[in-house]
């Protein structure tokens, strides 16, 4: 029985008790189960409008700022919402959808999918921009009912869970809390959403608040024994007879401090919603209970007894940092009323708001006092202010015929009170005055709307809205920032809800399934003045660019609006505290101002930065030019422009290869165009310390072309001969050329081609030296080819003598003799032939001929050709007749004729007469022993001995002889006579 009342337990913004027995749910969890969602395109919409203008806000004003939709095609809704000292957002929640997109940026996704109910947790900036979201949950149901953020962005959510969840978000971090039948949680994440601990404490919880030291605070109610001691081993343990409240403190790291019970011995429900921590680390709490004496002092034998006057009724009370009793107060008539949120202005008064369903419910607790409020439906909405000793100040209502309910609270730091829920029905009137009117419909009795109102520090009206649509939309949380602009959350349903019903303009968020969640933010105020502004410059140039200008973060801003000098430009930081600027070059001095921007209006404007812009100079006239037309490699050319305002020198542009050579940076300068100039524009603008002017209208230059540089020369014989003809040289066309210009060596005549690319010369007494060739035309000449040297050779003439090794050309027949070629100017590699007779001798090639088959009277010679390139034909040499000589003919027919003392020796020879000579031998008296008495010439034949003793026996005998031997003759024998008469004797004798 009592686990049935458990699984069913609400969340403070989920349930209204009417009776002990009966209990409406609206946007109960098993209910949620049950309904069947919409086909809708995933889309979330973050919306920025800025529709308040400067004048139009005050105070008391509020404009829309952003609001985004989150959601998917189920149910999702946030429960609470907080924001940090940097006006950061955190919002937690549940959600049922499946990839549901927590990024409200086009084009960014971060999806989280949940399983069946789960948790989500989710960071956005100031602005809205998303900065990270997680889900924690399970295969049950799971919900974030409440959260609050520390000093430091830590992150604490409490809520409910059922099963095995973990509560560590990070990709394979681990953090399970572990219940089979639905209990609460509380957590804590740093300020980028990591895990820092987690507890289960074994029953519902429903709120959660952080003091200065960062201790939490968590209340809800619970049944049975409880361990309040997270701590594995210790126990903290609390008994409920019926379903009771239970409050209780944690230090900054999750350890156990205190916890208390508040309860009664009926079987009752009690439900604890709303907790706060004073600067004192006093708590306050509220929820509502049924029953009678149920104590609020928790202290042993402590007695603080209140009892309901009905249904439920409401309750509220302070307790120390000890958790020690100091007050408690209940508030309700017969039917249902329950206290839903507590909140602390500055002075510690102490505002509480809800539901109820009863009539005549006095407001204030104190004996005697009487405030009555009816409810004037089945749910009507109060909030109420009491000092920060419980005693009544004022209280308010708010309803009509329907059901309406507060879900959100939230006071600024002059009282003013915010609230936000949900109303039903048509015309409910949000003044709560006596004859006050301020109605909102929702257009349907069933439908239920979202409404955002403030009331003042005495609970007067001073604005409220509907916002959303009238579909079942809800707010569930409220918060104000550093600044005091508006955030809230909750859910909506309508298809395009317009979160802007204050200025009449449209911020549409689209309904993608069931419920989406929203979180929402308005201005209040007008940001702050502007303080100083810090400028990299303030005396600039005309045309100057990257000037900062930067304004210390101005509060409550949430843009930023310049005021600039005439012609100057925000290039970067539009509508941000620091903007680079661009001043063009019409720029005029003048002042830069900033004020910051919201959707309600502007804040006082900085002190002006007074900007000196100082001038470029004038726009240049129009150049004169003493030539338009010129040539590569022209000199002396002039150009002048009229002097130019501002300008305390000129920069003139001039075609690639012109150059200044007289007048730089003066309005008339003097230009010569290198060989390598090519046509342009001649510019020129004025100069000053800020820049250039406007550059005047160009001077168009034509520049012709010189040739382009010659190539290398092709030469049909680099070394030649003095009178040599028809020697070619080639050089490849020129660009841009019109004639050729070749110089070449002295006594080298064109006969062909002159002034192309190709000619052909004779050599005549000419002398080695370079050819070289430039392209022409009407600019003049190009660049010189690279010179080919050319050898000149003087025309000579080789000579050959001969000679051999046989003494005076003389050989004996079959005899070898040698000859060998001496021969002058040849080079070094002659050519030889060797001739008998004229007649070449075949393989006789060397400069010497050797052979031993002469023939007497043969002449020998050699033709030689030289392999010097300038001889002018081959040159043979002089003939050498040789003598081959055969043995001498054998003398025959000698005679001798003795006279007184002489004897004369007479004998002829055979044949050509081939002989050297002949000697004459003698023998007296012996036939054999034969002495040379004489030595004769070739020719002669005839001897004569004197001085031969008369009637003596000589003996003769004639040899002829030569280089091949001698013959001798036969053997002529006679007696000298001693007469003078003749005797002759021949021999051989031709008569015997």
């Not at 946030?78 to 919002?91: C, M, R, T």
């Not at 709303?274 to 007695?303: A, L, Q």
């Not at 030539?627 to 002039?638: D, F, L, P, Y």
């Amino acid at each position: 029985m009592y686990s049935s009342f458990k699984l069913r337990q609400p969340s403070r913004r989920n349930i209204f008790k009417f009776s002990k027995t009966t209990t409406f749910l609206f946007l109960d969890m098993m209910k949620i189960q049950s309904l069947r969602p919409h086909k809708f395109p995933k889309q979330i919409q973050k919306t920025l409008l800025l529709l308040c203008w400067v004048g139009i806000c005050s105070v008391q004003a509020q404009n829309y700022e952003w609001a985004l939709g989150i959601g998917g095609t189920d149910f999702d809704a946030a429960n609470d919402v907080a924001v940090d000292a940097s006006g950061n957002v955190y919002v937690v929640g549940n959600f049922r959808s499946t990839n549901v997109d927590f990024d409200p940026s086009t084009g960014n996704t971060a999806n989280l999918t949940a399983d069946v109910i789960d948790i989500f947790i989710a960071k956005y900036t100031k602005n809205g921009d998303y900065l990270w979201a997680h889900t924690i949950g399970g295969t049950n149901i799971d919900d974030g009912l409440n959260i609050a953020v520390d000093a430091n962005g830590n992150v604490y959510i409490t809520g409910i869970f059922s099963g095995t969840v973990d509560f560590d978000p990070s990709a394979g971090g681990i953090a399970n809390l572990n219940d089979s039948d639905g209990t609460g949680f509380f957590a804590k994440y740093d300020t980028n959403g990591n895990y820092v601990w987690a507890h289960n404490i074994g029953t519902r919880s429903n709120g959660i608040a952080v003091d200065a030291s960062n201790n939490v605070y968590v209340i809800g109610n619970f049944f049975g024994t409880l361990d309040f001691d997270p701590s594995a081993g210790n126990t903290a343990n609390l008994t409920a007879s019926s379903i009771d409240i239970f409050f209780a403190k944690y230090d900054t790291d999750g350890n156990y401090v205190w916890a208390h019970k508040i309860g009664g011995a009926g079987f009752d429900f009690k439900n604890g919603y709303g907790i706060v921590v004073d600067g004192s680390g006093n708590v306050y709490i509220t929820g509502d209970f049924g029953g009678s004496d149920v104590d609020f002092d928790p202290s042993v034998g402590g007695t603080a007894n209140l009892s309901s006057n009905g249904g439920t009724d409401i309750f509220f009370a302070k307790y120390d940092s000890n958790g020690n009793y100091l007050w408690a107060h209940s508030i309700g008539g017969t039917a249902s009323d329950g206290g839903v949120v507590i909140t602390l202005d500055g002075s510690s008064n102490v505002y509480i708001t809800g539901s109820f369903s009863s009539s005549n419910v006095d407001f204030d607790p104190s004996a005697g006092g009487t405030t009555n409020l009816s409810s004037n439906g089945s749910l009507d909405i109060f909030f109420a202010k009491y000092d920060s000793n419980g005693n009544y100040v004022w209280a308010r209502s708010i309803g009509g015929t329907n059901k309406d309910a507060d879900r959100g609270m939230t006071v600024d730091g002059s009282g003013n009170v915010y609230l936000t829920g949900y109303f039903q029905g048509f015309n409910v009137d949000f003044d709560p005055s006596a004859g006050g009117t301020a109605l909102l419909s929702a257009n349907r009795s069933t439908s239920s709307s979202i409404y955002v109102a403030k009331y003042n520090n005495n609970g007067e009206y001073i604005w409220a809205y509907e916002i959303g649509g009238d579909d079942s939309n809800n707010g569930a949380g409220i918060v104000l920032d550093g600044q005091e602009n508006i955030l809230f959350t909750g859910h909506f349903s309508e298809d395009n809800a317009d979160f802007d019903p204050i200025t009449g303009g449209t911020a549409s968020l689209k309904n993608l399934g069931q419920y989406d969640i929203f979180i929402a933010k308005y201005c209040q105020s007008a940001p702050s003045g502007a303080g100083s502004i810090i400028s990299s410059a303030t005396t600039v140039c005309q045309s100057q660019t990257g000037v900062t200008y930067t304004i210390p973060a101005i509060a409550n801003a949430t843009g930023y609006a310049w005021t600039l000098p005439a012609g100057a430009n925000i290039v970067a930081g539009a509508n941000t505290n620091s903007i680079t600027v661009d001043f063009s070059a019409s720029a005029l001095s003048g002042n830069v101002t900033v004020s910051g921007t919201n959707a309600c209006g502007s804040g006082a404007a900085s002190v002006a930065v007074v900007i000196t812009v100082n001038p470029l100079p004038a726009s240049a006239g129009n150049i004169i030019s003493s030539a338009t037309t010129v040539c590569q490699n022209q000199t002396g050319v002039t150009y002048t422009v009229p002097a130019i305002a501002n300008a305390t020198g000129y920069s003139w542009t001039l075609p690639a290869g012109a150059n200044i050579v007289a007048g730089a940076n003066t309005n008339s300068i003097t230009v010569d165009f290198g060989a390598t100039a090519v046509s342009g524009n001649v510019t020129v603008s004025g100069t000053n310390a800020c820049g250039n002017g406007t550059a005047s209208a160009a001077v168009v230059m034509t520049v012709n072309p010189l040739p382009a540089s010659a190539g290398n020369i092709i030469s049909s014989a680099t070394t030649v001969c003095q009178n040599q003809t028809g020697v070619t040289y080639t050089v490849p066309a020129i660009a841009n050329a019109t004639g050729y210009s070749w110089t070449l060596p002295t006594g080298v005549n064109i006969v062909a081609g002159a002034n192309t690319n190709s000619i052909t010369v004779d050599f005549s007494a000419a002398s080695s030296g370079n050819v070289t060739v430039k392209g022409t035309n009407a600019c003049g000449d190009g660049v010189v080819s690279a010179a080919l040297a050319v050898t000149v050779s003087a025309s000579i003439t080789p000579a050959v003598s001969l000679a051999s090794d046989a003494n005076n050309n003389e050989i004996v027949q079959g005899t070898q003799v040698t000859f060998t070629a001496t021969p002058s100017n040849i080079g070094t590699a002659p050519n030889y032939q060797w001739q008998i007779d004229g007649a070449n001798i075949v393989g006789a090639t060397n400069n010497t001929y050797v052979t031993s088959t002469l023939k007497n009277g043969e002449t020998v010679s050699v033709i030689m050709t030289a392999s010097e390139p300038c001889v002018t034909t081959p040159t043979t040499s002089a003939s050498l007749s040789m003598k081959v000589v055969s043995p001498p003919d054998q003398p025959f027919n000698i005679t001798g004729v003795s006279t007184l003392n002489e004897v004369v020796l007479s004998w002829q020879t055979t044949g050509t007469g081939n002989e050297s000579g002949f000697h004459i031998l003698r023998s007296i008296d012996d036939s054999s022993n034969f002495v040379n008495i004489k030595t004769l010439g070739a020719g002669i034949r005839t001897y004569t001995d004197i001085g031969q003793s008369p009637n003596t026996q000589l003996y003769y005998k004639v040899v002829a002889f030569n280089i091949a031997g001698e013959t001798a003759s036969a053997i002529l024998s006679l007696l000298s006579t001693s007469t003078n008469e003749a005797l002759t004797n021949v021999y051989p004798n031709p008569f015997s």
